[in-house]
């Protein structure tokens, strides 16, 4: 992130796994992508709890020093389903409810591996800049080539 669009972003929305995944390439991107939050001085939102890749980038954002933010459904977090939040953790009643706030507290969007649920967060939040709902930047973090097929199927 250089110049004007770098000041310009305060916080960054991060879609990822609950999981791992199968490549140990994905839990070196989220934690360096945790470091590099920390380093510019830019808060993270994202899913909430402290599983699989949604884990590895907040908690080493937080470890860091950034603002964390973790939006979560309250059935979720009531059913203890994400593990502990680190930093600040928002309840709220839906899922529905949960990207309003992640579109509310974010100036852009990066969608690391995952599976169904990052792919439905990152469409909604592209469909929603096709609609100009927002101007926000979204970006994929293609580790690994992870997202080509993704990439080849929307050209």
Known sequence: MEGNLARQIKSICVFCGSNIGKN??????????????????????YGGGSLGLMGCVSTTAHVEGSQVLGIIPIALAEGNFVGKTFGEELRVPTMQDRIWKMLDNSDAFIALPGGIGTLEENF????????????????????????????????
């Open 24 to 45: 140990a390439k994905f839990v070196e991107a989220a934690n360096n992508l945790g470091k590099v939050l920390a380093k510019q001085k830019i808060h993270l939102v």
């Open 124 to 155: 909604q939040i592209a469909s929603w800049a096709q609609l100009n709902i927002h101007h926000k930047p979204i970006g994929l973090l293609n580790i690994d080539d992870f997202f080509n097929k993704l990439l080849s199927f929307l050209d």
